[in-house]
């Protein structure tokens, strides 16, 4: 059984979060197979980005009165994303959802009593680690790939997001973004699943076993987990290449590691740990807190649908309409 190896950094951040949750006197619950119960439909929506503004002057935690200050506030923040995105005025735009389905959450990640100005958490900077050549290294990645870019004369040169064939958020590892921010984790004595409502990503964990060597890769990765005093612990190798260009943190030689630990019945506390030494001069990490979420919806978006002729059909018009222009 392989386990990474995460940063001093991360290890004196999660004995620090195991000192406050001992100070609760909180004792997480069992499954009827003996292991930490973390199951639940859990939202993690935030306003805290990945990385930490420089309005926050380095302080990884602000009272509740600074963020009111540096935060806009949501409905001017939703009214912002209407007036310049796809609600945005202008005889081009075809318009899309408005914001009544907009729920980026109404404040900073709260940790332990304090708002938290970016999700990673080391390096103590609040920043992604590159090497020098990492961010060149990274395009290299997404440029090479046979598709993504949207431009096609078929569906397959479409982005991933636009086949449904993969979340358009980050699920791997999770961060907050527009909306749908709920997932889900059913538990067995063997495997693990991660439900990702928005595009019903479903990630399948086994338990206690070693990574696979298989002959293609799959969409979200290899995962395999064990549990680790109340943790469950996720590991998550071999992403399917095309995946490179979708997901954020996703790139080919990534391990990503996951810790879900209950530190209320209502809260689970979630970090994870990059690393690839490709791009990163060290492994980094994260971490935010999920709540109790609503029930999961069905995520009607799948590959083929009326939506994906529509945008074939628009671009053949285009392209008639260029050539009738040329004559």
Same mark, same amino acid.
């Given at each position: 059984?392989?386990?990474?190896?995460?940063?001093?950094?991360?290890?004196?951040?999660?004995?620090?979060?195991?000192?406050?949750?001992?100070?609760?006197?909180?004792?997480?619950?069992?499954?009827?197979?003996? /292991?930490?119960?973390?199951?639940?439909?859990? $939202? @993690?929506?935030?306003?805290?980005?990945?990385?930490?503004?420089?309005?926050?002057?380095?302080?990884?935690?602000?009272?509740?009165?600074?963020?009111?200050?540096?935060? &806009?506030?949501?409905?001017?923040?939703?009214?912002?994303?209407?007036?310049?995105? *796809?609600? *945005?005025?202008?005889?081009?735009? /075809?318009?899309?959802?408005?914001?009544?389905?907009?729920?980026?959450?109404?404040?900073?990640?709260?940790?332990?009593?304090? @708002?938290?100005?970016?999700?990673?958490?080391?390096?103590?900077?609040?920043?992604?680690?590159?090497?020098?050549?990492?961010?060149?290294?990274?395009?290299?990645?997404?440029?090479?790939?046979?598709?993504?870019?949207?431009?096609?004369?078929?569906?397959?040169?479409?982005?991933?997001?636009?086949?449904?064939? !993969?979340?358009?958020?980050?699920?791997?590892?999770?961060?907050?973004?527009?909306?749908? $921010?709920?997932?889900?984790?059913?538990?067995?004595?063997?495997?693990?699943?991660?439900?990702?409502?928005?595009?019903?990503?479903?990630?399948? !964990?086994?338990?206690?076993?070693?990574?696979?060597?298989?002959?293609?890769?799959?969409?979200?990765?290899?995962?395999?987990?064990?549990?680790?005093?109340?943790?469950? &612990?996720?590991?998550?190798?071999?992403?399917?290449?095309?995946?490179?260009?979708?997901?954020?943190?996703?790139?080919?030689?990534?391990?990503? +590691?996951?810790?879900? +630990?209950? /530190?209320?019945?209502?809260?689970?506390?979630?970090?994870?740990?990059?690393?690839?030494?490709?791009?990163?001069?060290?492994?980094?990490?994260?971490?935010?807190?999920? @709540?109790?979420?609503?029930?999961?919806?069905?995520?009607?978006?799948?590959?083929?649908?009326?939506?994906?002729?529509?945008?074939?059909?628009? *671009?053949?018009?285009?392209?008639?309409?260029?050539?009738?222009?040329?004559?």
């Amino acid at each position: 059984m392989r386990k990474l190896a995460i940063s001093a950094g991360s290890i004196l951040s999660l004995l620090i979060a195991n000192t406050v949750f001992s100070a609760e006197e909180y004792v997480p619950p069992k499954t009827s197979f003996g /292991v930490p119960d973390v199951q639940g439909v859990w $939202n @993690y929506k935030t306003r805290t980005g990945l990385e930490r503004p420089d309005t926050y002057e380095g302080a990884l935690e602000v009272d509740e009165a600074t963020m009111l200050e540096k935060m &806009v506030s949501t409905p001017d923040y939703i009214a912002f994303l209407e007036a310049t995105g *796809a609600e *945005a005025p202008g005889d081009h735009n /075809v318009g899309g959802y408005n914001g009544f389905w907009i729920t980026p959450g109404d404040a900073l990640a709260q940790m332990n009593g304090k @708002y938290r100005t970016s999700l990673i958490v080391d390096p103590p900077n609040g920043k992604i680690p590159w090497k020098e050549d990492g961010p060149a290294t990274r395009r290299s990645q997404r440029s090479d790939l046979p598709m993504g870019f949207a431009e096609s004369d078929g569906p397959e040169g479409r982005t991933l997001s636009d086949r449904c064939l !993969v979340s358009f958020s980050s699920t791997a590892p999770f961060m907050s973004s527009l909306y749908n $921010n709920h997932m889900q984790i059913v538990q067995s004595p063997t495997h693990v699943v991660l439900l990702a409502e928005m595009v019903h990503n479903a990630r399948i !964990v086994r338990i206690d076993q070693d990574f696979r060597d298989l002959p293609f890769e799959q969409w979200l990765g290899d995962s395999i987990g064990y549990y680790e005093g109340d943790s469950l &612990v996720v590991q998550t190798r071999n992403f399917n290449p095309w995946q490179v260009d979708k997901e954020q943190m996703i790139s080919e030689n990534i391990t990503l +590691t996951e810790r879900f +630990t209950r /530190v209320a019945d209502d809260k689970i506390h979630y970090a994870f740990t990059i690393d690839d030494p490709d791009l990163y001069t060290q492994p980094w990490t994260s971490e935010m807190p999920m @709540y109790t979420g609503e029930d999961l919806y069905e995520y009607a978006c799948h590959e083929g649908n009326y939506a994906m002729k529509a945008i074939l059909a628009g *671009a053949r018009r285009l392209e008639a309409d260029a050539r009738a222009a040329e004559q």
